[in-house]
């Protein structure tokens, strides 16, 4: 049977991963056994793909990503240039901690800037966003803008991707899509 996926000839796909329809992976890249990757997805130049890995449809990943196992990407996730994961809290060279790994979800349509750090452990909430070079040493809420090192938390985005300003009511519009978001008790949800 034909693969219905796009794999450079530099690649290497080993056996036993399921790939999408219609997904791209670039030069130098490894995905590595057992993962699953969803369709319509781009992996850039130089990306690890660890096992068991998993990959929800629309994912776009740049150039020189480490993406190790215990995490799950949902659909349309955005993971920036040379961002990286972790996946052991307390690694040592001579220590051997497979199976005692963190698992990590970056919930849909999230974005994760250049440079950042994912500590294992912290899941990314919904269309949260991450700016370039931040390190992530907590949870991140839905809708979220997190930025610094340690990142802190510095706003609120639209699934659209620009900052929301609330109003005295709790109520921000995106400008690109005119969406209408709530602000309360310290969550964000879309209201239309």
Known sequence: ME??????ETAIVDEGCTIGKGT??????????NCVIGENCNIGQNVVVSPEVVLGKNVKIQNNVSIYSGVICEDDVFLGPSMVFTNVINPRSAVN???HYVRTIVKKGASIG???TIVCGHDIGEFAFIGAGAVITKEVPAYALF???????AGWMSEYGHRLNFDENGIAFCPESNE???LKEGKVSKIN
Request: net charge positive; aromatic share 16%; no cysteine.
């Open 147 to 153: 930025i610094g090192n340690p990142a802190k938390h």
């Open 3 to 8: 693969k219905e996926y796009f794999a450079h």
């Open 97 to 99: 901690r497979r199976g």
């Open 114 to 116: 250049a440079n950042a």
């Open 180 to 182: 209408k978001y709530q």
């Open 24 to 33: 791209k992976i670039w030069h130098f890249s490894h995905i590595m056994t």
